[in-house]
């Protein structure tokens, strides 16, 4: 399958409520005749959509997905339901297409109760794949493609969550070095195109970029687009893109593929705030990378912290790092983790003035000399009410890290009935404060691939980050990251201050 590159991109970004890591108090309202009850009750969805992107095609990777709904948090709620994701078309964004799924192709993790995960495998040459769950399947349900590439380059494990769509994303981390073949691929799950723009940052700011600065973006398909063919000058680095959707909305993630360190995909930061968190820094990382971007028209100076599992510490030569309105920062933090699991905070600096909000995600390297590989841990929100992550394939092989940078943190871990049967596990923990703890799953019984749900008990806002390995034989350090927000499937509801219901006549 020939893969056709454009000139332009656009973009769009993924949704995302950031629940505080530093809060600052808002000016007190006016006094109102009637105030509004202060509480609100949690409600399930009923309705969720997610897509995942397909890789760029190579002739030595195979796929894999997974889906899987968690048991309903409260008893009661939507009962029955359907969950499936359907490949969808590959398009250049012009009309064009690259690669189309069979005419007979079946839903891919068709999925009929909550509690066990679905397993589609083999996948070679994968298509975007867009699906939607409704009913009691709808709250908390997951997705995952899972991407082996066994040679050439981007060699090694890559794997990201099918993600929702939205209109405004961040995503630090991405590069147009010579040895970097990096794709922003974007996904319209609607009826109708949408209209994105992406805008391009490097260390000098904002990137001179060809043609036209729109792309359309086909009802139902995906658009890759090699970030390489976006530029009208030199520019080389680290880069920061910003998506927007001018019309209708997309979901917008970059894959990273280098000649030397393997390959992963790189999620959307955080909504821009003035805190950020990056949980689950592997204790073997031989390479840390900083990449962040200040947003506004203010710099950031930020402080800098490492959870370890022993408290907190400050890095030494880097107790602040300067983020630069309008320009993309690198920062490399040599021996970071010692051997040590951790998780980086990032606070407004304590002589910084005002603070100001920005983006920020890490690249990690694991292995030595030749036999290297990277994954990358954007800032993320905390797991809030729940959250899962999919195709775990042994206890030895998932490992979670959970940070509590503000509290002390009890969190309920439970590794799911697997694939092709048994039973659930679950164990508690409790994360101390400006800590880092790594966690080993429960193992269940039976076989086949588990999901993992993390739900918080009691404390302070945890955050999470799991690390997926695999062994291929040739000593490589196959691995993905990824972060484990919140998953949405419950959601505040108002109650009413006053019932305005108009009878009917």
């Keep these: 399958m020939k893969r056709t590159t454009i000139s332009l991109i656009g973009g769009a970004a993924a949704l995302a409520a950031v629940f505080g890591v530093a809060t600052v108090a808002a000016p007190a309202p006016p006094a109102a005749p009637k105030p509004l009850p202060a509480s609100a009750e949690r409600q399930p969805v009923q309705r969720t959509t997610l897509m995942c992107p397909a890789p760029a095609?190579?002739?030595?990777?195979?796929?894999?997905?997974?889906?899987?709904?968690?048991?309903?948090?409260?008893?009661?709620?939507?009962?029955?339901?359907?969950?499936?994701?359907?490949?969808?078309?590959?398009?250049?964004?012009?009309?064009?297409?690259?690669?189309?799924?069979?005419?007979?192709?079946?839903?891919?993790?068709?999925?009929?109760?909550?509690?066990?995960?679905?397993?589609t495998d083999g996948a070679k040459t994968p298509y975007p794949v867009i699906g939607s769950a409704d009913g009691a399947l709808a709250p908390g349900w997951?997705?995952?493609?899972?991407?082996?590439?066994?040679?050439?380059?981007?060699?090694?494990?890559?794997?990201?969550?099918?993600?929702?769509?939205?209109?405004?994303?961040?995503?630090?981390?991405?590069?147009l070095a010579s040895s970097r073949q990096d794709y922003v691929h974007l996904t319209n799950p609607d009826s109708q195109a949408a209209t994105v723009d992406v805008s391009l940052y490097d260390a000098k700011g904002a990137v001179k970029l060809s043609g036209n600065t729109g792309l359309t973006v086909?009802?139902?398909?995906?658009?890759?687009?090699?970030?390489?063919?976006?530029?009208?000058?030199?520019?080389?680095?680290?880069?920061?893109?910003?998506?927007?959707?001018?019309?209708?909305?997309?979901?917008?993630?970059?894959?990273?593929?280098?000649?030397?360190?393997?390959?992963?995909?790189?999620?959307?930061?955080?909504?821009?705030?003035?805190?950020?968190?990056?949980p689950g820094i592997p204790k073997d990382a031989t390479s840390v990378r900083l990449i962040g971007y200040a947003t506004g028209g203010n710099d950031a100076d930020v402080k800098v912290q490492l959870l370890t599992p022993a408290g907190p510490i400050t890095p030494a030569g880097h107790e602040t790092i300067d983020l630069k309105s309008g320009v993309t920062t690198s920062v490399d933090l040599?021996?970071?983790?010692?051997?040590?699991?951790?998780?980086?905070?990032?606070?407004?600096?304590?002589?910084?003035?005002?603070?100001?909000?920005?983006?920020?995600?890490?690249?990690?390297?694991r292995g030595h000399g030749g036999n290297e590989e990277m994954?990358?841990?954007?800032?993320?929100?905390?797991?809030?009410?729940?959250?899962?992550?999919?195709?775990?394939?042994?206890?030895?092989?998932?490992?979670?890290?959970?940070?509590?940078?503000?509290?002390d943190a009890t969190v309920k871990v439970t590794s799911s009935q697997p694939s092709k049967g048994g039973s659930p596990a679950t164990t508690t923990v409790t994360v101390k404060k400006g800590t880092t703890l790594q966690v080993t799953p429960p193992a269940p019984t039976g076989s086949g691939t588990f999901a993992l749900t993390v739900v918080p008990v009691s404390g302070a806002p945890v955050y999470a980050c799991r690390e997926l390995t695999a062994s291929d034989g040739d000593g490589l350090p196959d691995f993905t990251l990824q972060t484990m927000p919140d998953d949405g499937g419950y959601v505040a509801v108002p109650q009413a201050a006053q019932d305005l219901t108009v009878a009917a006549p």
């Excluded at 929100?381 to 195709?391: H, L, Q």
Aim: hydrophobic residues 35%; proline residues 11%.
């Design 375 to 407: 994954g990358y841990i954007p800032a993320t929100d905390p797991v809030g009410a729940r959250s899962t992550i999919d195709d775990n394939r042994s206890t030895s092989g998932s490992t979670l890290a959970l940070a509590a940078p503000d509290g």
């Design 334 to 365: 040599p021996k970071l983790t010692q051997g040590q699991v951790g998780s980086l905070v990032l606070s407004p600096a304590p002589d910084s003035g005002q603070a100001a909000p920005f983006v920020a995600a890490l690249q990690v390297v």
């Design 57 to 119: 095609p190579n002739d030595y990777d195979s796929s894999v997905y997974t889906a899987y709904t968690p048991p309903a948090l409260h008893p009661g709620g939507p009962t029955g339901g359907t969950a499936a994701l359907t490949p969808v078309d590959q398009t250049d964004g012009v009309g064009d297409t690259i690669a189309t799924p069979s005419a007979h192709a079946k839903p891919v993790t068709p999925l009929t109760v909550p509690g066990k995960p679905v397993v």
């Design 142 to 175: 997951s997705a995952q493609m899972t991407t082996t590439i066994d040679a050439g380059t981007g060699m090694g494990l890559l794997g990201t969550a099918c993600a929702q769509a939205g209109t405004d994303f961040w995503i630090p981390g991405a590069s």
């Design 218 to 278: 086909p009802a139902r398909s995906s658009v890759p687009v090699l970030l390489s063919t976006l530029l009208s000058g030199d520019t080389a680095g680290d880069v920061t893109l910003h998506v927007q959707a001018r019309d209708g909305r997309v979901a917008a993630e970059v894959q990273a593929m280098s000649k030397t360190t393997g390959s992963d995909w790189i999620p959307p930061s955080a909504t821009p705030t003035t805190s950020a968190v990056l």
